[in-house]
């Protein structure tokens, strides 16, 4: 990891709400992120409002 990356992912990168529909918003996660987290492209995720903050997790797999 470059070491640019890693200050962005430490101390958290400011980014930018986008519309995408009418009631849809996205906002963009670095890649170094996703990395260190062992996600993969279209892994399915939680998205959770705890008070003022937006949590995002891994979705706990529903496979039988």
């Known amino acids: 990891m470059k070491k640019a990356a890693k200050k ?16 849809t918003f996205y906002v963009t996660i670095p890649k170094t992120d ?10 399915r995720v939680t998205v959770k409002r705890t008070g003022s903050k937006i949590v995002v997790e891994a979705a706990k797999s529903q496979r039988s």
Do not use: F, H, M, P
């Open 34 to 43: 996703i990395e260190a987290l062992g996600w993969r492209d279209r892994q």
């Open 8 to 23: 962005t992912a430490a101390k958290g990168a400011a980014r930018r709400l986008t519309r995408t529909g009418t009631y």
